[in-house]
């Protein structure tokens, strides 16, 4: 194993390029760990008042990994980070990508055991990953408008969407899940088997997100509302079931009331909230109901092992 510098996390410094890549060029795999440096009020690239006018890697990193992949050599990229930064220039180009956000003190154990196998990865972003340095860090939570379409000539769809994650294994979902009709106060149950197809131990995170395509006020165009993460053996199989209750859907009207309003809605099973597997349609029946102080704001969830 060698070691390079490379460069400092913003200076515009370039020296140490050509010594990281003649140690890439000699190797099998490099790990370029990238990032920001902690801090405060303008003393680092992250922290409490240390803003940043695009989302593009501090100082000249981008400009490093450019010249590393440009190797030829498999480059997996370590982000060491206080926000989410723009990949979409290294799509398609890298071997793997790393979030580790700032990972805190056994940090450096946790990275080195995702990168040599030892851990098999099963996290999930909690943000999104933008594509362009200008965009945002995007959530999922917008309104349809928000989404890429007519309205604007620019295409807001983040590189890594929020819930996204990857694993070494492989995982198969099966559903029968199709939908009902259920009164304003009442409740649905809808399942998913989950099946580890490949030949290593790993964990599935299956989530839960509600759509409501036309409402009395603007709804963002997806919801989480309920996850559960299956650590399967390969071959291995377990069954999860949502029970969703209309409570679920509640909002707040025009007039500052929280509501439970007729009409359509749709549960979708998801891997992220853009990798939609299997989609349940509901239809909410009855009078307008507002639910008191003991509505239901828990998904409740149940695993069952099957054959």
Known sequence: MT???????DTPDTGGFEEAVARTAEADVCVAVL????????????GEGCDATDLRLPGVQGELLDA??????????????????????????????????????????AVAGVLSGRVNPSGRLPVSVPREPGGQPWTYLQPPLGLAGEVSNLDPTP????????SYTTFAWESDATGAEITTDGS?????????TGDREGAEVVQLYLHDPVASVTRPDVRLIGYQRLELAPGERRRVTFRFHADHSAFTDRKGRRIVEPGALELRLAASSADVRHTARLTLTGPVREPGADRRLRCETEVRETA
Request: proline share 6%.
């Open 35 to 46: 990032g920001d440096r902690a801090g405060l009020f303008g003393r680092g690239t992250s």
């Open 188 to 196: 649905y149950e809808v399942s998913v088997t989950v099946r580890n």
């Open 3 to 9: 070691f390079a510098e490379g460069c400092g996390v």
């Open 159 to 166: 590189l890594y969407p929020f819930g996204h994650g990857r």
């Open 68 to 109: 590393l992949v440009a190797t030829g050599v498999p480059v997996v990229l370590v982000l060491l980070t206080g926000r989410p930064y723009a990949l979409g220039r290294w799509h398609g180009r890298l071997a793997a990508s790393v979030q580790a956000f700032f990972p805190g003190e056994e940090g450096g154990p």
